[in-house]
């Protein structure tokens, strides 16, 4: 008896280590179950281009992945071409998809051509303050990652995948396809 | 006793992990059935905002009218850059539960930086369905009040005074 009560309490310590180590896994970004808040930023590409816009709430409790970009670059534009890929094969699902670049204003004119040689059907946007706007403290953004994905769903993280490159997007890719599995 | 003890376990480190993925699910089919308003049952609930125009927010600041409470559902950060003077900060919280710190003797106005009303529209629904009377969400939210050039605050250069 004495010794199946220890055996289960070390089993039930290794799950909360378990759940402790994938929350310390979260370099950047919001953690696992925290709610996404608003964070306006300036629209370049989506509907409500030249206009600030909160695509957090837009989004509202339909499952989406809010992308952060560092900068501009070509593991960037790889990605978001992913993201977008990503975006057209669930759309009928009512998933949903933003780029976000932190850069700020200096991103806009390559967002626009990105957008106009690839033909991208997800919103491209920016950090209205760029790396000084308060999203950054808001979203926990880590300035040391170059990429952060929040995939989320009724406005809670359920998955947090930071800092990979264009060849490791197949993580946030089945990251939305667990999620979307979950959804009725 | 050794089943059972591992399988509360089990089912407890499960329940940890699944709930936030689950919880979508659950609550589009509670919203479907209706909805409990000061503990009765209504059926077929649909949550309609009142709004409030920015003009007449405007007014009851200038009156400093101590009918109203302005409520900000901005992440704390945010809030703290820029907000409607008076304000106070209630972060969005998709499953707000009781007891709420908000008072419900007055009008509470609630506004957020959403394109519909989303965030204040929403917070406004769950606070009537924990028995709030006086709710209204404010019309064109916070891009309408700064669009309309009225004043803003700041918390951080209020400290700064």
Known sequence: MRRNHWWAVALFGTALVGIGAYAADVVSGL??????????????TGQYKGEK???????????DVLAFFRDTSDATAKQIVALNELYVKNKSRNFKAVAMVIAGESSKK???DLNRS??????????????????????????????TFLVTVNRKVVANISDIGPEEFGRVADAADQMLAGVK | MKPTLLTVVGAAAALCLLAPASSFAQEKSQQKKGAFIDGEYVEDYVYVPDFMAPEDLKKAIETHSKDIVIVDTAAPAVFEDEHIPGAINFPYDSDIKAPVSLPREKTLVIYCACKDHE???????????LGYRNVKVLKGGWFKWVDLKYQTESSEKKDGK
């Open chain 1, 53 to 63: 816009i909160c695509y957090v709430c837009d989004f509202d409790k339909a499952p």
């Open chain 1, 31 to 44: 953690a696992i179950g925290a709610t996404t808040q608003t964070i306006p930023v300036t629209d370049v």
């Open chain 1, 110 to 112: 390559w967002l626009e």
């Open chain 1, 118 to 147: 690839t033909h991208l059907e997800i919103p491209l946007t920016y950090f209205t303050k760029g790396p000084k706007d308060v999203a950054n403290r808001v979203y926990n953004l880590n300035p040391g990652v170059a990429n």
């Open chain 2, 119 to 129: 965030d204040s529209s929403d917070v406004a629904r769950q606070l009537s369905l």
